[in-house]
């Protein structure tokens, strides 16, 4: 089994639909939970960074995490074209060798049509 | 804050030349930055680990004499392809974070085709 998932899509909305996108891990000492939106030919951008359970809100922006199902989810309200990108999920912790260690998901591929 | 600078965003060279890519963070120290390479469709590949001030931490499979990293200070690193051949062709990336429990920051890639 691989350390995270992620389905690589594509996921395709029209503009204005909630958009889910998720990850499941499978390494229980990843601490914290981070979300990266990545256009074409240009490095990724955080979006979202999480440390615990819950939900966390920023804008259009929500990322959940539920470290007991060991899954995470990013909902993107009211999503318009210029959304439509490649998103990551990465998840970072200390490893059973006691080295930090950062994981990335292969990322899923937005296209919101307008 | 927390802006990472990457140089040239777009290089292409004949096979056998060398080629220097530029990781800089502008806003922040940087004792640790982090190279990666990216295939067309695929996720983001840890190459190697550049340390300021001491040896970089390459990954497995990763050949340290083909790709250079050198992080001479708090915010530049730079990742030297040697001896480019056509299958080195692709996007690498650089980051950088504030802290060990922080994000990363990346840079914009550089695109390396080579001919």
């Known amino acids: 089994q691989k350390e995270v998932e992620q389905d690589p899509g594509p996921l395709s909305v029209p503009e204005g639909a909630i958009v889910s996108l998720n990850c499941t891990y499978s390494?229980?000492?990843?601490?914290?939970f981070m979300w990266y939106r990545q256009y074409s030919r240009k490095g990724p951008e955080l979006l979202m960074y999480t440390y615990s359970s819950g939900n966390k809100e920023d804008g259009r922006f929500t990322a959940q995490v539920d470290k007991s199902s060991k899954y995470i989810s990013l909902f993107i309200r009211d999503s318009q074209p210029s959304d439509s990108a490649t998103y990551l999920c990465a998840m970072g912790g200390r490893s059973g060798a006691g080295s930090y260690q950062l994981t990335f998901g292969k990322g899923t591929k937005l296209s919101v049509i307008p | 804050g927390a802006v990472v600078s990457q140089h040239p965003s777009r290089v292409i060279c004949k096979s056998g030349t060398s080629v220097k890519i530029e990781c800089r963070s502008l806003d922040f120290q940087a004792t640790t930055m982090f190279w990666y390479r990216q295939f067309p469709k695929q996720s983001l590949m840890l190459m190697a680990t550049s340390n300021e001030g001491s040896k970089a931490t390459y990954e497995q499979g990763v050949e340290k004499d083909k790709f250079l990293i050198n992080h001479a200070s708090l915010t530049l690193s730079t990742l030297t392809v040697t001896s480019a051949h056509p299958e080195d062709s692709s996007f690498y990336i650089c980051?950088?974070?504030?802290?060990?429990?922080?994000?990363?920051?990346f840079g914009n890639g550089t695109r390396l085709t080579v001919t």
């Open positions: 390494n229980s000492a990843f601490q914290y």
């Open positions: 980051s950088a974070s504030l802290g060990e429990n922080s994000p990363l920051h």
